[in-house]
């Protein structure tokens, strides 16, 4: 039996890396997934992954910050579907610059993505779920770089940061309707996407004034992949975590844990 049977999902970001593979995810396991990303491009290709599959799906374009394109995917999910019972956000702008490095109007606009559009999401979603009192739940996924500080990205690191303390203030202001809010931590991940496995060695071999050395840091014997983090999203997107809600669980190789000076994979 699909776990997700019967349960409808919007994911926000539906990329082809995480989001991408999270909405996917879902729909293996039962639920009619929204598809929402800026490109239209991209959110088609996650929706014909998941329609390949056998699974459900429809994509929606726009922008997060818009609180129109919020209340025009709800209204259209409500309308083909009829409910909402899982909410992803994942939302975001990969824009790396630091403190003395990134304009202030590009600052403002990366937390709004992140925290302003994970804000209108979970505003809308949850008032269809209390209205239609549907103990669902909303998923905020955090990163490594919420936990720990992580010099020369200041607008993701501070934006995800903020979704710790969101995902515990809505957690408890949804509780009495048997709404779940948790966070989800991924970490540094290896794409499954020949394309985008390319462009991450590009960017990863580009000179920094913060070189990230991911391989020798990491306690395990490689990153995790996007498939490695839909159990994960799932059994929270399911009613097996009916009595986890204000918490986050993290799938990162032990990156979080690791004590900061041993270097797991030295040569």
Not at 75 to 90: F, T
Request: aromatic letters at 8%; hydrophobic letters at 45%.
């Amino acid at each position: 039996m699909n776990r997700l049977e019967g349960k409808v999902a919007i994911v926000t970001g539906a990329s082809a890396n995480i989001g991408g593979s999270l909405a996917a995810g879902l729909a293996a396991a039962g639920a009619k997934v929204v598809c929402t990303d800026m490109s239209a491009e991209v959110a088609a290709a996650t929706v014909n992954r998941i329609e390949d599959a056998g699974g459900e799906a429809f994509a929606v374009t726009g922008d997060v910050t818009d609180p129109d394109h919020v209340a025009d995917v709800v209204a259209q999910a409500l309308e083909r579907w009829g409910r909402i019972d899982v909410l992803v956000n994942n939302a975001v702008w990969f824009n790396q610059k630091g403190l003395f490095t990134m304009p202030l109007e590009e600052y403002r606009r990366q937390i709004d993505i992140i925290l302003g559009g994970a804000f209108l999401f979970t505003r809308a979603v949850g008032q269809v779920m209390i209205d239609q009192q549907i103990a669902g739940s909303i998923i905020n996924v955090l990163s490594t770089a919420a936990w720990q500080g992580q010099p020369g990205n200041i607008g993701y690191s501070t934006g995800k940061s903020g979704l710790i303390n969101f995902t515990r203030s809505v957690a408890m202001e949804l509780a009495e309707y048997g709404i779940r809010v948790n966070g989800f931590t991924p970490t540094a991940t290896q794409p499954e996407d020949p394309k985008l496995v390319a462009r991450m060695a590009a960017m990863t071999s580009q000179p920094s004034a913060y070189p990230m050395d991911f391989t020798a840091q990491f306690p395990m014997k490689r990153l995790p992949t996007p498939s490695d983090y839909v159990p994960t999203v799932v059994f929270l997107a399911s009613d097996d975590s009916r009595m986890i809600t204000g918490s986050n669980i993290t799938v990162d190789g032990g990156a979080t844990a690791k004590y900061w000076p041993w270097r797991p994979q030295q040569d």
